[in-house]
């Protein structure tokens, strides 16, 4: 079993549709990172969080540290984010990644 | 202006070549990162160096080996080249200490060995 866990794996959803990405971890960790990698390659960086919620614009994260879980939610998607979306999890001096979670957004 | 920079952005050499990508961040970070993608598209952190001194050395090869000549520099040099290492590869930086620890990536280096 992976340390780090993302549900689903692959997501279709219609424009405007409310997504929820979730990432289950089985380690003691600092912080958790969410990621979103464009289908061009680049990364960038979304979240970084220890603890509660964080919201940028259309993105929200939270994290349970005492549940071991983290979700990502979009809100009135768009199809420019169709992207992997990737969870890292940041513990003593190790970085573990997530298998991502594909979404497509469709028009 | 741009904030991590990695050359060259493309190389494609033979087996048991030697190697070099180079990174430059100029936010002022003191924390820099090596990462590799396999084909799989799983990632997987290598190298963090912190004020040049290491901090994370995953299980890598000791063909691969980082050089951080100043904060704002961390070189990834491959011996030997081999089919596996095949993959792209990104720096990535951040500043220890602030709240976020946000990480900001370069473009990626993609490595292909024949």
């Known amino acids: 079993k992976n340390e780090v866990e993302q549900s689903p794996q692959n997501l279709t959803a219609q424009e405007g549709e409310f997504i929820t990405i979730n990432c289950s971890y089985s380690?003691?960790?600092?912080?958790l990172h969410w990621l979103q990698q464009h289908p061009g390659g680049g990364i960038v960086s979304l979240f970084m969080?220890?603890?509660g919620k964080k919201k940028h614009g259309r993105l929200i994260a939270t994290i349970n540290i005492q549940e071991k879980h983290s979700s990502l939610h979009i809100t009135a998607s768009h199809p420019r984010d169709s992207a992997v979306y990737i969870c890292?999890?940041?513990?003593?001096?190790?970085?573990?990644f997530g298998t991502g979670t594909k979404l497509q957004v469709i028009p | 202006d741009t904030a991590v920079s990695q050359t060259p952005k493309y190389l494609v050499t033979q087996m048991g070549n030697d190697k070099s990508i180079k990174c430059e961040q100029n936010?002022?970070?003191?924390?820099m990162y090596w990462y590799k993608q396999d084909s799989k598209k799983f990632l997987k952190i290598m190298f963090s160096?912190?004020?040049?001194?290491?901090?994370i050395n995953e299980t890598v090869p000791n063909r691969f080996s980082p050089k951080s000549p100043d904060k704002a520099h961390l070189n990834l040099h491959i011996n030997s080249l081999e089919l596996g290492d095949s993959a792209v590869y990104f720096c990535?930086?951040?500043?220890?200490?602030?709240?976020?620890?946000?990480?900001?990536f370069g473009p990626g280096t993609r490595l292909t060995v024949l």
């Open positions: 890292a999890v940041k513990g003593y001096q190790k970085v573990t």
């Open positions: 160096y912190n004020n040049k001194e290491l901090i």
């Open positions: 990535a930086s951040s500043q220890r200490g602030l709240a976020a620890n946000e990480q900001f």
């Open positions: 969080l220890s603890s």
């Open positions: 380690v003691g960790i600092s912080a």
């Open positions: 936010l002022g970070h003191d924390t």
